[in-house]
């Protein structure tokens, strides 16, 4: 078990990271000791910022010597409170967001290195500033870091066509628990010694390594692009119409998400400068995007196989984008969802995933197990379609206090919500981690194989326990 930092570590770290990188001032630490969406708070014995990867394996190693507590966090932008320390003050909050240069851009090997404390929206710009694209984007662009977005193995809304993180990651820098520092940067396309520990870090949240910094893969930048919003009457239609474009448009599809009217109500009401884009309400949405090279006529090829669409009656309604300013309106509609369903009250929220054939078939039947057990709650579901991800989001009964409800059922509720999806085959954690949110459940519901498997690795390559203990696997 990790022990409590003794004076003397505290002094040697502040020693070693200077003013910049050592605090233990409370006010200064206050932001960075709750989670992105308030559930989580927590304490910590001082916040450490590292500069390089030097410093990062000296912390570690000094840590290591006393059995310390590390937590390694990046924009404190998780779901799940992977990068919240817990409330006894002994742990240290490890911090990269001061390593946040991008080492190298190269267009002609599509790579690019970038430190752990990069942010995701100014990667994108520098990736676009030599005519390349890093195609993994999310609504938390703005604060979530490459370290972070590595170690929970982030998804977001391009993974139908370019895959999670860990498929745009062709390497990786870390410091493992004993302070050695893991150099497996290099993009090898073949290497065959033995497990391999680049795609081990990545989802392992920061339990076996801290990343110091990623080699990453990038596209051309799209030069054409086609937006759709189209109104339709369910999910199984979603489904027959994902289908029937992705066999008519092949890999220029790239995404293809999901939404019901109320989530659209929700912005609406609460998100300002967003407006429908149809002229009727439907009962389900879908957002369609297609992505290509110069030479592309993407918008005819939309056209066409949406008008065929319509006239099969497949879909009610469509509006394409005419120029990049209504694809990016269209978009917002969609990234703003989370915004505005915090803002319409408190609720359970499910990061969860099913074969893409079964979610039109969890959709329907969730709601239906939920209201037998529990009357007259809620359920909000939409996410990205072509990957089968699924956000089940569980709102409180209208007529009762809903944080003392969630409260007193919230633990119940997702207990039948992730039973259903282990049952279809699906996952509890789509793409935002187990953190210590589902780190419970997962021990309660998942696999005993997969369980012990997990176990053993950390117990292998973190036999102290100290990095971000009480997180996935505990």
Same mark, same amino acid.
């Given at each position: 078990?990790?022990?409590?930092?003794?004076?003397?570590? %505290?002094?040697?770290?502040? &020693?070693?990271?200077?003013?910049?990188?050592?605090?233990?001032?409370?006010?200064?630490? #206050?932001?960075?000791?709750?989670?992105?969406?308030?559930?989580?708070?927590?304490? #910590? $014995?001082?916040?450490?910022?590292?500069?390089?990867?030097?410093?990062?394996?000296?912390?570690v190693?000094?840590?290591?010597?006393?059995?310390?507590?590390l937590?390694?966090?990046g924009?404190?932008?998780?779901?799940v409170?992977g990068?919240?320390?817990?409330?006894?003050g002994?742990?240290?909050?490890l911090?990269?967001?001061?390593?946040?240069?991008i080492?190298?851009?190269?267009?002609?090997?599509r790579?690019?290195?970038?430190?752990?404390?990069?942010?995701?929206?100014?990667?994108?710009?520098?990736?676009?500033?030599?005519?390349?694209?890093f195609?993994?984007?999310?609504?938390?662009?703005?604060?979530?870091?490459?370290?972070?977005?590595?170690?929970?193995?982030?998804?977001?809304?391009?993974?139908?066509r370019?895959?999670?993180?860990?498929? %745009?990651?062709?390497?990786?820098?870390?410091?493992?628990?004993?302070?050695r520092?893991?150099?497996?940067?290099?993009?090898?396309?073949?290497?065959?010694r033995?497990?391999?520990?680049?795609?081990? %870090?990545?989802?392992?949240e920061?339990?076996?390594?801290?990343?110091?910094a990623?080699?990453l893969?990038?596209?051309p930048?799209?030069?054409?692009?086609?937006? $759709?919003?189209?109104?339709?009457?369910?999910?199984?239609?979603?489904?027959?119409?994902?289908?029937?474009?992705?066999? #008519?448009l092949?890999?220029?599809?790239e995404?293809?998400?999901?939404i019901?009217?109320?989530?659209?109500?929700?912005?609406?009401?609460?998100?300002?400068?967003?407006?429908?884009?149809l #002229?009727?309400?439907h009962?389900?949405?879908?957002?369609?995007?297609?992505?290509?090279?110069?030479?592309?006529?993407?918008?005819?090829? %939309?056209?066409?196989?949406? +008008?065929?669409?319509?006239?099969?009656?497949?879909?009610?309604?469509?509006?394409?984008a005419k120029?990049?300013a209504?694809?990016?309106a269209l978009? &917002?509609l969609?990234?703003s969802?989370?915004?505005?369903?915090?803002?319409?009250?408190?609720?359970?929220?499910?990061?969860?995933?099913?074969?893409?054939?079964?979610?039109?078939?969890f959709?329907?039947?969730?709601?239906?197990?939920?209201?037998?057990?529990?009357?007259?709650?809620?359920?909000v579901?939409f996410?990205?379609?072509g990957?089968g991800?699924?956000?089940?989001?569980?709102q409180?009964?209208?007529?009762?206090?809903?944080?003392?409800?969630?409260?007193?059922?919230g633990?119940?509720?997702?207990?039948?919500?992730? +039973?259903?999806?282990?049952?279809?085959?699906?996952?509890?954690?789509?793409?935002?981690?187990?953190?210590?949110? &589902?780190?419970?459940?997962? +021990?309660?519901?998942?696999?005993?194989?997969?369980?012990?498997?997990?176990r053993?690795?950390?117990?292998?390559?973190?036999?102290?326990?100290?990095?971000n203990?009480?997180?996935?696997?505990?």
């Amino acid at each position: 078990m990790p022990h409590t930092p003794s004076p003397d570590l %505290l002094k040697r770290l502040q &020693k070693l990271l200077g003013p910049k990188g050592y605090t233990d001032d409370a006010d200064a630490m #206050a932001p960075w000791l709750t989670d992105w969406r308030g559930k989580y708070h927590g304490r #910590a $014995a001082a916040m450490l910022s590292p500069a390089t990867t030097e410093e990062v394996a000296a912390v570690v190693r000094m840590c290591g010597e006393e059995g310390a507590a590390l937590v390694p966090q990046g924009g404190n932008s998780g779901m799940v409170g992977g990068a919240t320390p817990d409330a006894s003050g002994t742990q240290l909050l490890l911090s990269l967001r001061r390593m946040n240069r991008i080492r190298s851009i190269d267009p002609a090997a599509r790579l690019a290195v970038a430190e752990a404390g990069v942010i995701l929206e100014n990667f994108h710009h520098a990736a676009l500033d030599h005519g390349m694209r890093f195609p993994l984007t999310l609504g938390g662009k703005g604060s979530a870091t490459i370290g972070g977005l590595v170690s929970t193995n982030a998804g977001g809304t391009q993974v139908l066509r370019h895959g999670t993180m860990r498929a %745009l990651v062709a390497g990786i820098e870390a410091v493992l628990p004993d302070g050695r520092i893991f150099d497996g940067l290099a993009p090898l396309k073949k290497d065959n010694r033995g497990y391999d520990l680049k795609h081990l %870090l990545c989802g392992a949240e920061g339990t076996l390594g801290i990343v110091t910094a990623a080699c990453l893969r990038l596209v051309p930048a799209a030069t054409s692009r086609a937006t $759709a919003w189209i109104g339709l009457a369910s999910p199984g239609e979603a489904l027959s119409l994902l289908r029937r474009l992705d066999a #008519a448009l092949g890999r220029q599809l790239e995404g293809f998400e999901l939404i019901p009217h109320a989530c659209l109500d929700a912005v609406l009401r609460h998100i300002p400068q967003t407006r429908a884009p149809l #002229a009727n309400d439907h009962p389900w949405y879908a957002l369609v995007e297609l992505a290509g090279d110069a030479g592309d006529d993407l918008e005819t090829a %939309l056209q066409a196989a949406l +008008a065929d669409a319509l006239d099969s009656a497949l879909i009610d309604d469509v509006v394409i984008a005419k120029n990049e300013a209504e694809s990016e309106a269209l978009w &917002k509609l969609r990234d703003s969802i989370s915004e505005a369903e915090r803002a319409d009250g408190p609720a359970l929220q499910h990061d969860v995933s099913v074969p893409v054939d079964l979610m039109p078939r969890f959709i329907a039947e969730d709601p239906q197990r939920l209201s037998a057990a529990f009357p007259g709650v809620r359920t909000v579901s939409f996410g990205h379609l072509g990957d089968g991800n699924v956000h089940h989001h569980v709102q409180p009964p209208a007529d009762v206090d809903g944080k003392a409800w969630l409260d007193t059922h919230g633990e119940d509720v997702s207990r039948l919500v992730y +039973a259903h999806v282990l049952e279809l085959g699906g996952s509890i954690s789509a793409e935002h981690g187990i953190g210590q949110m &589902k780190r419970d459940l997962l +021990a309660e519901l998942d696999s005993p194989a997969r369980l012990a498997a997990l176990r053993g690795v950390k117990a292998g390559l973190d036999p102290a326990g100290i990095f971000n203990p009480g997180k996935l696997i505990g």
